[in-house]
């Protein structure tokens, strides 16, 4: 099948190049000119593990991309609508779906033969029939439903995985208001191995906003009982939550005695919250879509409270050890807002430095990935260091806020330190007693009669 998709992101540019790799021809549309020459030359403008391997195999055999709207439409059968959608302001941003759709319906005025035009992008319930579906008909002067098939193809992959995500889903959900759309969508799947759904567009939205609401929620409710933790004293959240985990809802012992652990209570840890560009804007646009639709979603503005408020632990951990920041060098490890990924957006690391810079620290950062978004962001604020050891030479604290593998060695290279560095782990991903001086969200200790801190 002939491929087009607008938008050359992380999903649209993943999108593509799987799909060329499974034998579609595809042609990745883009408004910024530097990223459609980038693809051309086979580099990926986003960080994402085997995408630049895919690109080397299929760009100039069964991937190009381009500006040009018309020849993308007229040489393809379906196109994808891929391209963000912000959370602005109290609502969704629909600016780059509206503008997409008009380009794509007024190329479409000029094509005899029927094509389908798919949303990928994560939008609202109702927004690909009420929004979408009237710019494509306007602006084509054709009919959906007989002229235009239009679908809803929500995407569930993770950054950092997106690619292993995109070619071994655990799911496919088809959105469509007729069979012909539906069916045109399974045949393109039909290499993936994976349960397909077949429902209307309203649904398959909805599944998206759902799934990401549920994920973002059980990181809040962990956050929730992690705090607790810390305020009883005497009690770690890892322990908790490795208790809560046994339960034989969330795991289960296979004949041979053998445990399996859920993968989502990987998301019931408790950490300094969740970013990203997906579970903020994504469970931010529904709390904002249940008040339009009178519904209010009082779980999920809670979930949104409790993230939002998340930084500010790692923030009172170390004020447990400095009682003025103003001076106090600090390292901060991890800008991405998960491993493996060099997207910033929304990352807890980002209120966490500008706290730190406000309150008068001085700032060192380390992202294996992430360091042209951290001068950009920070500038001559912070010290931006390429390599690990020199973020954390001088420093009096180090803030861990990212998973990235690399950090596995800290206990190691904190220890050859003159003097130890107090030790936030904004993921409890080191093992407390690593660390001379460790304070971990969720981990709540006990004064000791001394006013030392007693150990759990
Ligand atoms: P992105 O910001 O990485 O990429 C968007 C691309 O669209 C950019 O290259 C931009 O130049 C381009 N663009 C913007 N307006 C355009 C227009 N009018 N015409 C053509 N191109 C245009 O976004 P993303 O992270 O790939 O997300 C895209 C959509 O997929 C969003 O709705 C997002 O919520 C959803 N989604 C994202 C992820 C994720 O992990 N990133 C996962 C699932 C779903």
């Known amino acids: 099948m002939r491929v087009s998709i607008v938008g050359t992101g992380y999903v649209g540019l993943v999108t593509g190049a799987c799909l060329a790799e499974k034998g579609c021809r595809v042609v990745c549309v883009d408004i910024d000119p530097e990223r459609v020459a980038r693809v051309n030359r086979g580099e990926s403008p986003v960080h994402e593990d085997g995408l630049p391997e895919l690109l080397r195999r299929n760009v100039d ?3 190009t ?3 040009d709207w018309q020849s993308a439409i007229m040489e393809t059968d379906v196109t994808f609508i891929a391209v963000g959608t912000p959370l602005c302001g109290d609502g969704i941003d629909l600016t780059a779906v509206e503008s997409a759709s008009t380009a794509i319906g007024e190329a479409l005025r000029e094509k005899d033969s029927y094509h389908a035009v798919i949303v990928k992008s994560t ?6 029939d009420s929004v979408v579906r009237p710019i494509l008909e306007r602006a084509s002067g054709k009919k959906v439903g007989r002229d235009i098939g239009l679908g809803a193809n929500p995407e569930f992959l ?5 690619v292993d995500d995109f070619l071994h889903p655990d799911r496919i959900v088809l959105g469509g208001n007729d069979d012909r759309t539906l069916d045109l969508l399974e045949d393109l799947y039909q290499n993936f191995e994976a349960p397909k759904l077949r429902v209307n567009n309203r649904t398959a ?10 994920l973002a929620t059980m990181i809040s ?4 009982i992690g705090n607790l933790c810390s305020a009883t004293g005497g009690v770690d959240a890892v322990d908790v939550m490795r208790g809560v985990h046994l339960s034989r809802y969330l795991s289960a012992v296979s004949p041979n005695g053998n445990r399996f652990v859920a993968p989502i209570t990987s998301f019931l840890e408790a950490g300094c919250g969740f970013g990203g560009s997906c579970l903020p804007k994504d469970v931010g646009a529904l709390v904002a879509y249940g008040r339009s639709a009178n519904e209010p979603m009082r779980l999920l503005e809670s979930v949104l409270q409790v993230n939002k408020s998340q930084h500010r632990q790692v923030l009172s951990l170390l004020d447990r050890h400095f009682p003025s920041l103003t001076g106090v060098r600090i390292a901060v490890l991890g800008l991405a807002f998960k491993p493996d990924t060099d997207d910033v957006r929304e990352s807890p690391a980002i209120p966490v430095i500008r706290e730190l810079l406000a309150r008068g620290a001085r700032v060192s950062l380390h992202d294996p990935v992430a360091s042209g978004e951290s001068r950009r962001l920070f500038g001559g604020d912070v010290q931006v260091c390429d390599e690990l050891k020199d973020a954390v030479r001088h420093a009096e604290a180090v803030v861990l806020i990212t998973r990235w593998k690399e950090y596995e060695e800290l206990p190691a290279l904190l220890a050859e330190l003159k003097r130890e560095p107090v030790f936030v782990d904004g993921r409890r991903m080191i093992e407390k007693h690593k660390l001379a001086h460790y304070e971990g969200i969720g981990l709540g200790t006990l004064p000791a009669p001394s006013g030392q801190k007693a150990s759990l």
């Open 61 to 63: 055999v069964r991937l």
């Open 65 to 67: 991309a381009t500006a």
């Open 123 to 128: 939008v609202v319930p109702g927004t690909t």
């Open 158 to 162: 993770t950054e950092g995985t997106a």
């Open 205 to 214: 939205e909805m599944i998206k906003y759902a799934s990401n609401a549920l």
């Open 221 to 224: 409710f962990a956050n929730e």
